[in-house]
């Protein structure tokens, strides 16, 4: 045999084993299966691609519409694209293919990393049922599952106010992924939640002790009031609302309010903000000993009651102590049924110590020396004995136990 007859069986037995190998690795194209494609030709009614099978795939009409007019005129023969096989062969025999549905491969991959993320993304609203919000995230069909909703109620909202929420766009977090069963969820709550981690961590990062901000009352608490500052929440301990005694948060402040606060501390590793309101205020006790004396009659609100009298507050925010001994004509056996939280009595000042942050009221003031004739040089009467006092913790206030507090407790708004 010639050595070019040898040669050419050689390259007919090679030719013929990798087809042989081709005809055993072929795998026909299957409904679901995404496969890269190159454009054959384009109508205006439908694409022909080709897939690498015996038979071209056709796009039709109805999946070219659907895709973004930017996607569909940049289509261009020799292009490759990535398709979904919708049916393997139609009536007409055709092997029908979509390219939207296989350019929605990249968004399933984009969706199932974002499910491991802390990343926020925009969501249309495209419609709803009774179990929550349809959304469109790029060129995939989501849902927001009721539960997971924060800015729709979807007990109260009626079919006008939906149609006027078609197509709002809202931030919401990936929570769930499954590309066979084509379900993808999304929570506005997480997002929330995110956001809200995410501002609090920028704003302890910006804030610094000493400093003044603006914030917002959201919720009042036995121990103190929450402030929105922006993304973040920091609390005012009760006793750092007034220089005077706060028995209540509500007693100076309501849910709305727009204040002015002094950052106290940061914790950033428990992510806790105090502030203080006080610390912005004057304090009464800076020209106490210049504005008032012994002997001086003043008016007065009763803060708070207890069994040994009642505690007063100055218009300015000086507080002391009415001694029960000190009240009436000094014969009472309790305050309770004198005075009562709130009530303006008109009172004098019966011993002064700014320096010790200590003042003292009374109603008798005179009515001993007048009974034993004895009047003070000034033409007032002196007292016949020293008015009661109790320990005060710096700010005129009764020593008395304060609840710890978290700022990451939840507000009871509108309390």
Not at 171 to 180: A, H, L, N, P, T
Not at 341 to 350: E, F, P
Not at 352 to 362: A, D, I, Q, S
Request: aromatic share 6%; hydrophobic share 35%.
């Amino acid at each position: 045999m010639s050595p070019q007859k040898r040669q050419y069986n050689e390259n007919a037995d090679s030719e013929f084993a990798r087809m042989l190998d081709e005809s055993f690795s072929f795998q026909p194209p299957r409904r679901g299966e995404i496969r890269n494609a190159i454009i054959l030709g384009i109508a205006p009614r439908e694409v022909i691609v080709d897939l690498g099978v015996k038979q071209d795939g056709l796009v039709p009409s109805t999946d070219l519409e659907r895709l973004d007019p930017s996607v569909r005129n940049g289509l261009q023969v020799g292009a490759e694209v990535p398709v979904y096989v919708m049916n393997p062969m139609d009536q007409d025999g055709n092997l029908v293919v979509s390219i939207n549905m296989g350019l929605q491969q990249y968004d399933w991959e984009r969706a199932r990393k974002l499910l491991g993320s802390d990343e926020v993304v925009q969501v249309s609203i495209a419609g709803h049922n009774r179990g929550g919000v349809l959304v469109r995230w790029n060129r995939l069909e989501g849902f927001i599952p009721s539960s997971h909703l924060v800015s729709i109620n979807m007990a109260n909202e009626r079919r006008e106010v939906w149609m006027e929420m078609m197509g709002k766009v809202i931030g919401c977090k990936v929570i769930e992924v499954d590309q066979d069963r084509r379900r993808l969820i999304f929570s506005e709550r997480e997002a929330q939640k995110e956001w809200r981690a995410q501002q609090k961590a920028r704003l302890l990062a910006e804030l610094k002790e000493g400093d003044r901000v603006m914030g917002t009352v959201t919720g009042l608490r036995d121990f103190g009031a929450f402030v929105n500052l922006g993304g973040a929440d920091g609390l005012i301990h009760v006793s750092e609302l007034a220089w005077h005694r706060v028995d209540h948060p509500r007693d100076v402040l309501k849910v709305g309010d727009e204040i002015e606060v002094y950052v106290l501390s940061l914790d950033r590793a428990s992510n806790r903000i105090a502030l203080s309101r006080k610390r912005l205020l004057p304090d009464p006790w800076q020209d106490a000993a210049s504005r008032y004396h012994e002997g001086q009659l003043v008016d007065g609100t009763v803060t708070n009651v207890v069994d040994f009298g009642a505690f007063i507050a100055l218009d300015n925010g000086l507080e002391g102590l009415l001694h029960l001994s000190e009240m009436g004509d000094g014969s009472l056996k309790e305050p309770h049924s004198y005075v009562k939280k709130g009530d303006r009595l008109n009172l004098r000042i019966s011993h002064l110590e700014p320096e010790k942050r200590r003042v003292g009221f009374t109603q008798r003031w005179g009515t001993d020396a007048k009974a034993e004739g004895e009047v003070g040089g000034d033409g007032a009467s002196t007292p016949a004995e020293p008015t009661a006092e109790v320990p005060s913790n710096g700010n005129g206030h009764h020593d008395e136990p304060i609840p710890e507090a978290s700022v990451e407790s939840e507000p009871e708004a509108g309390n």
